[in-house]
């Protein structure tokens, strides 16, 4: 791995995702080149028994064999290709959390002590802790995820639409449709998506501030006083995971029926052009095949 030692100065004064992760650019290319051929072989088994159906149909046994083992090889190549992506992008992620947290030690160092005293103790606990650890999933998930799900879909509708632009079109649509549909709603959330964040960090403030006064409270008896910010804290953050619930099922529902019902436009387009001997079995059946599995 890099000298830590870089990556801090590579953060210092941007902090952005892309200046820490600049030290491990060739390492990200390929955690990210990994996730995306996992993401592509997992059309492969489709593939192969679509084309060991096609042999079958016409009386080639003797095909049988390699498509076995092609299967085979695709499934221990995409497994092995998603665990080195993710081994890779979490020593990444490990190395670029320890920078983040010497640089706020760092800033917190060098700021002037008025200015330190007047943060709570739980708020630099929460960003030590709980914010800096938020960067792994940035970096060991959404990274490579994101790449794959981008580049992955796209090469996969590119072969489809080479086999046959028509059960392509009809396997795609709805997906695309779905997508469409979700985003648009979530894209109006009015704040929610910011007013969850506030609920969360008001819980952790109001935590460690009972946590605090504990003393007071075992000496004073001031139990109902002292719990009254956590529990107004936990009520405001009830309500608006109610709310955010509330909103985004109507999005995920339309997403979710989109996306299952590609089968009804490909089961019976591919059963039109079957019987006009348009497409051969093999086809009709990676077509089918992809259609469940893009579910």
């Not at 679509?50 to 190549?77: E, T």
């Not at 080195?84 to 760092?106: E, M, P, T």
């Not at 719990?227 to 405001?236: H, I, K, N, S, V």
């Amino acid at each position: 791995m890099v000298d830590r030692q870089k990556t801090v100065a590579a953060g210092r004064g941007t902090l952005t995702l892309g200046g820490l992760l600049a030290p491990y650019r060739v390492a990200m290319i390929l955690a990210v080149g990994c996730s995306v051929l996992a993401a592509v072989l997992e059309v492969a088994p489709a593939a192969f028994t679509a084309l060991a159906i096609g042999a079958l149909s016409g009386g080639r046994v003797m095909d049988l064999a390699p498509l076995a083992v092609g299967l085979f090889g695709s499934v221990v190549v995409a497994h092995a290709a998603q665990m080195a992506s993710a081994l890779i992008s979490h020593f990444v992620a490990i190395d670029v959390q320890a920078a983040l947290r010497r640089l706020i030690g760092s800033a917190l160092l060098s700021a002037p002590l008025g200015d330190v005293e007047r943060l709570e103790p739980g708020a630099i606990r929460r960003v030590l802790m709980e914010d800096v650890e938020r960067v792994e999933d940035g970096i060991a998930h959404l990274v490579p995820d994101l790449a794959a799900a981008i580049v992955a879909p796209l090469a996969i509708a590119l072969v489809m639409l080479a086999i046959d632009w028509r059960l392509a079109v009809a396997t795609l649509l709805p997906v695309i449709a779905g997508g469409v549909a979700f985003s648009t709603i979530m894209r109006r959330d009015n704040g929610l998506s910011e007013r969850f964040l506030q609920a969360q960090a008001e819980i952790a403030a109001a935590l460690q501030e009972a946590v605090s006064v504990v003393p007071l409270i075992k000496a004073y008896n001031v139990r109902q006083s002292a719990l009254r910010r956590p529990e107004q804290a936990f009520t405001d953050y009830r309500a608006v995971v109610g709310q955010w619930l509330a909103f985004s099922m109507g999005g995920v529902t339309a997403f979710f029926l989109a996306t299952t019902a590609t089968l009804v436009f490909v089961l019976p387009l591919g059963i039109f052009l079957f019987g006009r001997h348009e497409t051969d079995l093999a086809t009709l059946a990676f077509f089918l095949m992809v259609a469940f599995g893009l579910t």
